[in-house]
């Protein structure tokens, strides 16, 4: 008689086959043969010297899309909220303050994030798809006098672009550090953490990088250091706490690497190799491409008679196009559609946008005027049989 009183789940019996899919949502992205077949590489420990050269690669890898030059530059174990928390956490202690620009939703999770270890936070807002002045954000921070700014980049909830120039330069005019979230611009939307002033950098693995979810790539200015490493208290979470993970990967410059967490070895190889075709390719050719794919994306919307939620031109991600959800339709029944019939996704809005727009991703492998006509075709065809109220 058996000793276990639950039994083997018969689900587990079954074989699993993931459906091939064309992945044209804000995220993630379509993993290419070349870097799932480097996530297939034998397995081999963490601390193994072969994969600390690995690590070193990434870490290279990682500060030329940033285009930094920064040693504390790191790959977190885990997705964007990752980096995110590991930036706030590391940089902030309780009681200080931030200041958070939301135009979207990721500003707002930014917020809940530096009030959850007792920040004091302030935030100003614009519309969904806006963007703010340098004065507007000069005179916050003049205001609120705190010690971190939080900006997205590539809010891809509602499809905007921010402008970093001059930033940076007000940021430390008022002894702030500046941190930039990336995860939907890296890659596709021109970005110099160095030269912009960035003190704190963050990305993801899945958009333009098409790698699998689950690394973050972050990078610290030295300012940002001074301020990380000369900590009253310790942060609030040992796993992303920058003095261990600083140590693990070679960036304090101590002889001896201390053992901190299982590395996701798999994942890594998948990220190396990623950074390795973004490498190959050239960053300011895989800028010109997403914007030129971006363009001819919008040029052929504009002439289905869809309009784009982010109207300046010059504010539009080129990586995630959010369109004005068609009067009359539900959003849900073109996604659904369009999934069934075209084995394509696309999706509905994000926080601020939700029930506002559909958001298309074309990232990486992805960004091509192929994938393009691809969209355009399901849209047609959804919204030829999707139902139209007549209201």
């Known amino acids: 008689m058996s000793s276990v009183s639950v039994p083997p789940p018969k689900c587990l019996q079954k074989t699993f086959v993931a459906p091939r899919r064309h992945m044209f949502g804000p995220g993630p992205s379509n993993v290419p043969p070349r870097i799932l077949a480097a996530g297939a590489e034998p397995i081999i420990g963490h601390m193994h010297p072969e994969m600390l050269e690995i690590m070193s690669d990434i870490k290279s890898g990682i500060q030329y899309a940033f285009q930094t030059q920064n040693n504390m530059t790191i790959a977190v174990s885990g997705t964007g909220h990752t980096a995110m928390e590991c930036a706030i956490f590391n940089a902030v202690e309780p009681g200080e303050g931030v200041l958070t620009a939301v135009n979207g939703i990721w500003g707002e999770r930014a917020a809940e994030m530096a009030e959850r270890i007792g920040a004091k936070v302030n935030s100003i807002v614009t519309t969904a798809g806006g963007v703010f002045t340098s004065e507007e ?23 905007v672009v921010h402008p970093l120039d001059g930033i940076g330069d007000i940021c430390h005019k008022h002894n702030c550090l500046f941190l930039v979230d990336c995860v939907a611009s890296m890659g596709g939307a021109p970005l110099y953490m160095d030269k912009q002033g960035i003190d704190i950098l963050y990305s993801g693995s899945q958009k333009v990088l098409n790698a699998p979810p689950g690394t973050a790539p972050i990078s610290f200015s030295e300012r940002a250091c001074q301020k990380v490493f000369n900590r009253k208290t310790k942060p609030v979470s040992f796993f992303l706490d920058m003095t261990w993970l600083a140590n693990y990967w070679g960036c304090d410059g101590k002889p001896a690497r201390i053992y901190h967490h299982t590395a996701p070895v798999s994942a890594f190889y998948s990220l190396r190799e990623s950074l390795a075709i973004l490498a190959e390719q050239g960053l300011e050719n895989s800028w010109q491409r997403h914007r030129e794919v971006a363009e001819y994306f919008h040029e052929g919307l504009e002439n289905m008679g869809l309009k784009l939620f982010v109207k300046n031109k010059n504010a539009r991600l080129p990586t995630v196009t959010t369109i004005v959800a068609p009067p009359g339709y539900d959003w849900k029944e073109i996604t659904s559609y369009i999934m069934k019939n075209h084995n394509l996704e696309i999706s509905g809005g994000l926080g601020p946008s939700v029930g506002q727009v559909l958001r298309v991703g074309l990232m990486g492998g992805n960004s091509s005027k192929a994938s393009v006509d691809m969209v355009l075709e399901a849209l047609r065809d959804a919204l030829r049989y999707c139902h139209k109220s007549k209201v």
């Open 137 to 159: 954000i000069d005179q916050a921070l003049a205001k609120h006098k705190p010690v971190l700014f939080f900006l997205t980049h590539g809010e891809s909830s509602t499809g």
